[in-house]
């Protein structure tokens, strides 16, 4: 049987390169597959999904609103914080009514955690930048505050900053959920056999970097942007976890009610149906 070619896109930080390094590293049989893996940034893998560009990608639970039609969920692989998430920081401590008005730095308007902060500040001026500029331009006064993602969650004290809000904690303060932020979809035309198998592959490899934990974050440490192994193992236990393995009727509860809050707030154009594939 001929290999078929499936386009992986996913973020170039640890707790995506923990996922997928059974994948990676040859370590699970993928035949009659081979994945291509593309390493790009949410926002830019965000915009892909707009356009369907890649079979399966990580994607923003917030992207993923407006791709519905294209994608359905995967019900593992996913990024949820329990009771933790994406920080806003600043040079000195900020209330939320000065976050209103303050120029925030944001990873992308498709990101979760962009679409988070609206829901708990409402609208506030932002400028969107490269998710690892956000850091240094808040540390230099280019401006007032920034939405950090990835690694930043972990070194932002190592710049002078202090924690404005920490979405994850509102979030759990608020609905009594875990605050879900990125899944992996796979494209709808590929039809449900291949979906099923594709699910399958992916879900091992997760498995295997749990089960195999010092060489997946040996490879993951790579793409840890200037983290020691200690705070990689830390960043990658954060968000991946048993939600990963399966969002289970927590996880997927949490995903309806955050969109449904976008959708309430006025950042969604319309209240998405969430659907995962039954495999």
Sequence with gaps: MSERVIRLGHSPDPDDAFMFYGLASGKVDVRPYRFEHILKDIQTLNEWALEGRLEVTALSLHAYAYVTDRYVLLPHGASIGDNYGPLVVAREAMPQEALREAIIAVPGRLTTAFLALRVCLGEFPFVEMPFDRILPAVAEGRVAAGLLIHEGQLTYR????????????????????????????????????????????????????????????????????????????????????????????????????????????GVLPHRPAVLFAEV
């Design 158 to 265: 190592q710049h002078g900053l202090t924690c404005a809000v920490d979405l994850g904690k509102w979030w759990h303060e608020t609905t009594g959920l875990p605050l879900p932020l990125g899944a992996n979809a796979v494209r709808r035309d590929l039809g449900e056999p291949a979906v099923r198998e594709l699910s399958r592959l992916l879900k091992t490899s997760i498995r295997y970097g749990l089960e195999h934990r010092q060489e997946a974050l040996a490879y993951a440490l790579q793409f840890g942007r200037g983290l020691d192994l200690a705070a990689a193992d830390r960043f990658v236990g954060m968000y991946v976890n048993d939600y990963t393995l399966d969002f289970g009727a927590k996880g997927r509860r949490a995903v309806e009610v955050l969109l449904r809050m976008g959708w309430e707030e």
